[in-house]
């Protein structure tokens, strides 16, 4: 006779895979996809992070010198930020958290705008219709209530029959809401397209990854959904490049939805409110800098593409350049009139609010 | 439009009647929730949608209401018209952050690039014997937020008429149906797909010495104690609030301006209910012309009671007649 123990039966087993491709010095661990060998791509690649970077470290510096609200810098995730926003194609859905300007800024919204969002002026958000974020979502601040949303825009694509994904990002914080694990759970229900891409930084404001939930990866939680869930090096821009790329892909086919946790790092305190030194070791912030995701970029490019250090100079004053156009653009831009609290409040601004905007105007109390 | 035959309806198959007209009109137009599909809704607001306009419209959803409302939002940004079913408005607290931080502003904080043309509906309210937390008026949560529409039908055909302009307007809508009057009484109703006006009061019974105001389910005790106030000689305008936000204080104003005196029914508890926000807006603009205080006739400030003493806690027709006499003694007809 069988124990009881031995009377089990395995129902299922699960596996899950990290991407890699470049170690932190730039060299390859493996033979790189067809994709990846092409320069003007990688170079393209980098020019991007370079432009986020310099979009990070000047908004912070606004921030410091009294020009800029609150801000939540992504130091150190611009190669994730750089593979979602050149994965994405044209007619594809993004919606994402308040620290990922540097996919807006990757599908066509000007800095301007987004300097002008954190400056506090809704306007920042009224992307202009000729960039391919025209339809992405505004950042969302509560967080992870931006990733069950993402399957109402995924359907809508699928009941249309149309060949087009929707992807969405959240915090490694995020995953342990209400919100995460509704729509992981559900995704998978109807096959739906929708990548869902957990940037997990290590940190949300004080709290370290390990506290934050006992899985031993957050990829597993697609596992839970019964959808694909996988690990990639998110400071590889090479390798996030091809699991996002490929995972965009599998859903724009109908293949349908999956789970990648991209492994990076906050090198910034959460908000520029915030003082990461009560809570974090400065040497666990040294190490993670050893993993820069653009250095590594930086060391391929030189190793294999030609890239001389002439060209990172031209590339730096490039951006520096632009960045120094849209703080002018930014800092030039007047206030929101006081009318303008109810601008496109409702399609039409209901007879019972007319006398409240009025009075918002200058025009008295009602 | 064709002009269709007007069937004798009850307040759930109206809805059901409008549901039907407006997915046959308009593709966009598509209803989710839990098991909306093959069972028709718990209520059957959503029966025989299914059958004939398939899985992919009329959605049955994993049981998680958070999703829905978010899926609704996600929907509604792409051009379709989500209508979203709710179980019971008790179960609505955990939409509650995807209404008001998105869907209530998502147009605001775009400037118009995205919009969220969805309507989010369920039962609400008591008096249908109902297992705890499925009796809640929740109406005033929603109406405190700005950005959205809350609406409330009271008859059958205003629950066609409103319903099927809800679900035409730009902007997010949060539908309350009264689920004690969902088959209180039949009312004949022309599916004609004409739309009732939203941002409206409806005043249904024209008097000069007082007004009864009301929405949703306490609108039936209300027109019982207008017909009675009738027999004794006294006069009541009734005007059923329907759309409480954003709320036609000018109707509300003028009427109670006319008559002096006002008496106000509603189901929630009192503290906080939209109610009190009505009773400021008289205040505020028809102070002068009151012969008597105004008065709130509401649910009490405790946890909404199980079955054996629901009708207790939801205002009758007697609470409703001594508010009433109050206000006449203290200002009696002249
Ligand atoms: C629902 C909600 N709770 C709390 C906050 C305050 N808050 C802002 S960011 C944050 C941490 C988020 O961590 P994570 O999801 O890992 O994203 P990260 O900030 O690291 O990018 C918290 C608690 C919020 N914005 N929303
Ligand atoms: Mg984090």
Known sequence: ?366 | MARRKAAEVTLVEAINLALHHEMARDENVVVLGEDVGANGGVFRATVGLQEKFGPGRVIDTPLAELLISAMAIGMATQGLKPVAEIQFSGFMYSCLDQLANHAARLRHRTHGRITCPMVIRAPNGGGIHAPEHHSESVEAFFAHVPGLRVVVPSTPARAYGLLLAAIRDPDPVVFLEPARCYRLFREAVADDGIAAPLDTCFVEREGTDLTLISWGGMMHEVRIAADQLAADGVDAEVIDVATLKPLDTQTLVASVAKTGRCVIVEESPRAGGWASEIAAELAEHAMMNLFAPIARVSGYDTIMPLARTEARFIPDVGRILSAVRKTLEIAPLG
């Open chain 1, 1 to 366: 006779m069988q124990t009881p123990d031995e009377a089990r039966t395995r129902v299922a087993s699960f596996e899950i895979f990290l991407t890699r491709f470049l170690d932190d010095d730039g060299r390859p661990l493996c033979r790189l996809p067809a994709a990846a060998r092409r320069p003007q791509r990688l170079l393209h690649a980098y020019r991007l992070m370079a432009r986020i970077r310099a979009f990070e470290n000047k908004a912070v510096a606004l921030q410091r010198t009294g020009q800029l609200g609150t801000y939540a810098s992504g130091l150190g995730q611009e190669a994730v930020n750089a593979a979602i926003g050149l994965g994405l194609a044209r007619d594809d859905v993004y919606l994402g958290n308040y620290r990922e300007c540097g996919v807006p800024l990757a599908r066509g919204v000007p800095m301007a705008q987004i300097l002008q969002y954190w400056g506090g002026d809704e306007r920042g958000m009224a992307w202009p219709r000729t960039v391919p974020a025209f339809h992405d979502f505004p950042f969302a601040v509560p967080v992870a209530s931006q990733v069950p949303q993402a399957l109402g825009v995924a359907y809508a694509m699928q009941l249309r029959h149309e060949k087009r994904a929707t992807l969405v990002t959240c915090g490694d914080g995020a995953s342990s809401k209400g919100d995460f694990a509704e729509a992981v759970s559900a995704a998978g229900v109807w096959k739906l397209p929708v990548v869902f891409v957990i940037i997990n930084n290590q940190w949300a404001i004080s709290l370290p990854r390990s506290r934050q939930c006992a899985a031993v990866t957050l990829a597993q939680k697609g596992l839970a959904g019964g959808i694909v869930g996988e690990q990639v090096d998110g400071n590889d821009l090479i390798a996030t490049c091809h699991v996002i790329e490929t995972a965009l892909a599998r859903a724009r086919s109908g293949a349908g939805p999956q789970l990648v946790e991209a492994l990076t790092y906050r090198l910034a305190d959460h908000t520029t409110a915030d003082d990461a030194r009560r809570y974090r070791d400065a040497a666990e912030v040294d190490t993670a800098r050893k993993h820069d995701p653009l250095a590594r970029l930086h060391a391929w490019l030189e190793a294999q593409c030609g890239f001389t250090a002439q060209d990172e100079t031209r590339l730096q004053a490039e951006v520096a350049a632009e960045v120094g156009v849209a703080v002018k653009t930014f800092l030039a831009t007047p206030a929101p009139p006081p009318e303008a609290l109810f601008d496109a409040l409702y399609a039409e601004l209901p007879p019972a609010l007319h006398a409240q905007a009025f009075a918002a105007a200058g025009g008295g109390e009602a």
